[in-house]
């Protein structure tokens, strides 16, 4: 049930957007050890984002999932990943962007009619 919400100041074409969704799904599928048949991936682009003052190509992301998130372990070896993929198809570069990554309980979200819990 990982969700990965992304929010970033700069405009994607439609091509590299559905590139970008598909990567993202695979991988962060992989990372966390879950199907893709529970990812769900969300870009937000030409949003209004100042970051560290200016207005230069920023973004931030958003992770949730049942497990695979919280540790440092964790949390770095998705970031090893997911950073260089925001630079290639975003543009932006790692210190301009951030990702919380937020570790929910399964009766914390629900799917097809009920929690996972």
Known sequence: MPILSVSVNVTLSAEKNTELLKELSNVVGKLLG??????????N???SISFAGTTQPAGFAVLK???????SKQNNAISNKLFPLFKEYLGIPSDRFYI???????ADIAFDGQTFA
């Not at 999932?65 to 540790?71: A, R, Y």
């Not at 919380?100 to 399964?106: D, K, L, Q, S, T």
């Open 45 to 47: 682009t030409d949003q």
């Open 65 to 71: 999932s049942i497990g695979g998130v919280g540790t």
């Open 100 to 106: 919380e990554f937020v570790n929910i309980g399964a």
């Open 34 to 43: 879950k199907p893709e048949k529970y990812m769900c991936i969300h870009i």
